[in-house]
């Protein structure tokens, strides 16, 4: 097989990436484009240009990923903890990957019921229903629970099924800020879930293989790191060096060096981002000048 620049691809050198499609697409995009690669999507299409020739993405819903990973119709994917869990499928996972639609951190399933409703406790369920995407887990929370209530598969909209279809739902949350709009209460956490990288268990034999999924694993966890850092620089008068270096935190310890005019250095620092807005006035006042504060795109400890 040719490729764009006319070289002959090594089919054996690919691998089949999947990416989930739905609410962590966007998320996963740009941690691809943090991580150096230059992805694109026409529409309609569920197979995206990567610039990388060893790389064959393809979008799936990240609740089939687990499935088709296990059965090695794709290498790896990113997916998340609770869709490899419902699955119940053995797959090598690589890196915990945490990030979700609208931030870095875990997202949760929650039991949830009408506002207004009289169940406060799982018990309580007994003999009822909940609709639910994740039906395995859910059934096996129960089981844990002692509690026998009917668990169907939602398609979607789960939230609004309460009370008129279902007694309750378990579904997934950020913020609970959905759930509080459609005038739900939270009964009981049953998942906290990251994102996963995962792998095929026989293509983790692969020795190829699996480095090319481990330095995709090492830009991914580099990339995420660097959205909570910055780069800071500034120059300090030597009156002023050791109060400011006692103010910075960093990986290490911040780069000093000398400038040319004498009495005064340079300094060189990551930190983090949401520190920043309260260090830099204070680096002011303290006597530093030329304060420039730049994002990073991937931090590797």
Known sequence: MDGDD??????????????????????TFKLLRKAGYAISLTPRSYFPFINDEEIEPMLIRAQEIPRYVDEG??????????WIMDSKVKVIEVADLVYAKQGLKPVKWVLAVPKDSSIRKVQQLQGKRIATELVNVTKEFLIKKGVKAEVEFSWGATEVKTPE??????????????????????????????????????????NWKKQKIENLSLLFK??????????????????????IISKLSALHKPTVSNLSGKGWYAIEVVTDEAEVRRLIPELKKLGAEGIIEYPLNKVIY
């Open 165 to 206: 279809l279902v007694d309750a739902i378990v579904e997934l949350t950020e913020t609970g800020r959905s759930l509080a709009e459609h005038n739900l209460k939270i009964v009981e956490v049953i998942l906290e879930s990251t994102t996963k990288l995962i792998a095929n268990r026989e293509v983790w034999e692969d």
């Open 222 to 243: 580099g990339a995420l790191v660097a959205e909570e850092k910055v780069g800071l620089k500034m120059n300090v008068p030597a009156s002023a060096l050791d109060k």
């Open 73 to 82: 119709v794709i290498d790896t994917g990113i997916t998340g903890k609770d």
């Open 6 to 27: 006319g070289k002959v691809i090594d089919r054996k050198r690919i691998i089949k990436l999947g990416l989930p499609k739905g609410s962590l697409q966007e998320a």
